[in-house]
């Protein structure tokens, strides 16, 4: 490959991934130029990046020193878009697109009632503000998303992103139910419990039962569901929902997480 022109080694290499582009840069001085040059990394970027980085909070940009192996590294960290109430971010693996929606671009039943919910910040939240439900009966959380600013061809998994306060209760007495529909198709739908006090993990994983899962950033997430994007423009809806009247309080609602399903 020495041999071969330096905008023919990039395309080449633009049928890898960016993983693979940055151990060819390791091979030869000469693979490192065609594996570093703009040419290459502009093709690892989703083709509606520039309207992404002007939505962004604080945008980011390309200056005399940076490069686009540079700002694709960059968009591989959490971006706030929309006035910071969004969360972009690119997978450094394989370039595809996840967001987090905020709670605030959730459907939250009675979310407006002080009796029931509150807003407000936290410091380990990305967003400026959180939902904490009071006490309710009657709990009902839905999201939605275009596939068009997802990566077409790619299986999707949507987590809720939350954890309790101290005064949580109810949380664990009924499970709630998920689903996940793409134009009103339900794709997939299952039960989740909120929290697990003292419920037995291995009965709930016997039962399919889904409980939350600690992060990397610290917070919990329960997996709702998966949908596949494909070419077409759909709308995705995401429902959490536990209406049998059993009063809960205590849970904090930070947003919900539309990311690439990893393949194993």
């Not at 009966?137 to 939350?162: C, H």
């Not at 929902?241 to 990311?259: A, F, N, P, S, T």
């Amino acid at each position: 490959m020495d041999t071969l022109p330096e905008d023919c080694v990039s395309k080449i290499l633009s049928y890898t991934s960016p993983p693979d582009a940055c151990r060819f840069s390791m091979v030869s001085s000469t693979l490192r130029s065609s594996a570093d040059s703009d040419l290459l990394w502009r093709t690892f970027f989703p083709s509606d990046y520039s309207d992404i980085v002007s939505r962004a909070l604080n945008p980011l940009s390309l200056n005399s020193s940076s490069s686009y192996k540079h700002l694709f590294y960059a968009l591989c960290h959490p971006l706030l878009l929309d006035g910071g109430n969004m969360s972009f971010k690119l997978d450094k693996s394989s370039g595809k697109k996840s967001y987090i929606l905020s709670a605030r671009q959730l459907s939250i039943t009675w979310s407006n009632d002080p009796l029931y919910w509150s807003w407000r910040p936290v410091p380990e939240s990305r967003f400026k503000e959180v939902a904490e439900l009071r006490t309710v009966s009657w709990l009902e959380i839905q999201g939605k998303i275009g596939t068009r600013i997802l990566t077409p061809n790619t299986s999707y998994v949507v987590y809720l992103i939350m954890k309790t306060s101290h005064r949580e209760y109810g949380l664990d007495s009924v499970a709630c139910e998920v689903s996940i529909a793409v134009d009103n198709k339900v794709k997939q739908s299952g039960r989740v419990y909120l929290c697990q006090n003292e419920k037995d993990e291995n009965n709930l994983k016997k039962e399919s039962i889904g409980i939350p899962m600690r992060r990397e950033d610290g917070w919990m997430e329960i997996e709702m569901g998966e949908f596949f994007c494909g070419e077409a423009d759909e709308e995705v809806l995401m429902s959490l929902m536990e209406v049998g009247y059993q009063l809960k309080g205590g849970l904090i609602v930070e947003g919900v997480e539309i990311r690439p399903k990893i393949i194993v």
